[in-house]
């Protein structure tokens, strides 16, 4: 049985009040008997305090992005042992953001991943398509190669310990959303591509959906047999809507 999880995103928002009123909140809302994991990504300067605040809650932490090197003269980056240091659980990895504005191919992603393994930290490995990509046929075959990068690299043995995110990345932002069945028939191949090399792996294996996630449409989608949760984005910035989110899951 999948545990859902549900993952916010907090990208470059917030300050040091807002941060400590959503966690407070959130903190507050949760319970122990809730059925999906729940877990926030906030800003690496709020991290630490992040930590703190959740150190008693069953919220789980984790880190936007990681350094692909362990240490050394890598000016503005943040290794998988600093996040480690203050408590992720959780790193996202190939964000179609990060892969657009930063130019982080599917190379770098995959040494992203190895990297946030290495200090036992769990990669949620984001894949998916443009809006081009879409409409000319090409979804399985852009979410394969970025998927195969890893493998190549990891191995499959190492999807033991990741979460994959499918992030349409015409619907990020946007306020449109891949309709259920979109979701979840990316999401039966990405299993499927799994479970060509490992089915063991593949059955454990939680795909999460992201793409304007919102309270509105998260019940639909979670009840897609190979959606086990979401990446949420805007919404994870508003307590009562992430909550309803997480209830939904």
Not at 165 to 180: H, Q, S
Request: net charge negative; charged share 25%.
């Amino acid at each position: 049985m999948r545990r859902p999880l549900v993952a916010g995103n907090w990208k470059m928002h917030g300050s040091r009040a807002e941060a400590a009123a959503l966690l407070d909140e959130l903190i507050q809302q949760q319970s122990d008997k809730l059925a999906a994991e729940i877990a926030v990504c906030p800003p690496f300067v709020y991290l630490q305090e992040a930590a703190r605040r959740l150190k008693e809650s069953n919220i789980a932490l984790g880190g936007q992005n990681v350094c692909a090197e362990p240490v050394g003269a890598f000016t503005g980056e943040i290794s998988a042992a600093m996040l480690k240091d203050v408590g992720c659980r959780y790193v996202i990895v190939g964000h179609s953001e990060r892969r657009a504005l930063y130019i982080e191919d599917d190379q770098l992603v995959a040494r992203k991943f190895v990297a946030a393994q290495s200090q036992k930290i769990t990669p949620i490995l984001c894949v998916g398509e443009s809006l081009e990509q879409r409409e000319r046929g090409e979804t399985e075959a852009v979410v394969a190669r970025q998927l195969d990068a890893v493998v190549v690299v990891a191995g499959i043995g190492a999807f033991a310990d990741a979460v994959i995110a499918y992030e349409p990345v015409w619907a990020i932002g946007t306020g449109k959303n891949a309709t259920p069945q979109q979701a979840q028939d990316v999401h039966a191949f990405i299993r499927g591509r799994i479970s060509a090399r490992d089915d063991k792996i593949a059955a454990q294996l939680r795909i999460l959906y992201g793409g304007s996630v919102k309270a509105a449409n998260a019940a639909e989608l979670f009840e897609m047999p190979d959606v086990d949760g979401g990446l949420v984005g805007g919404a994870s910035l508003r307590a009562d809507e992430f909550g309803r989110i997480g209830a939904a899951a």
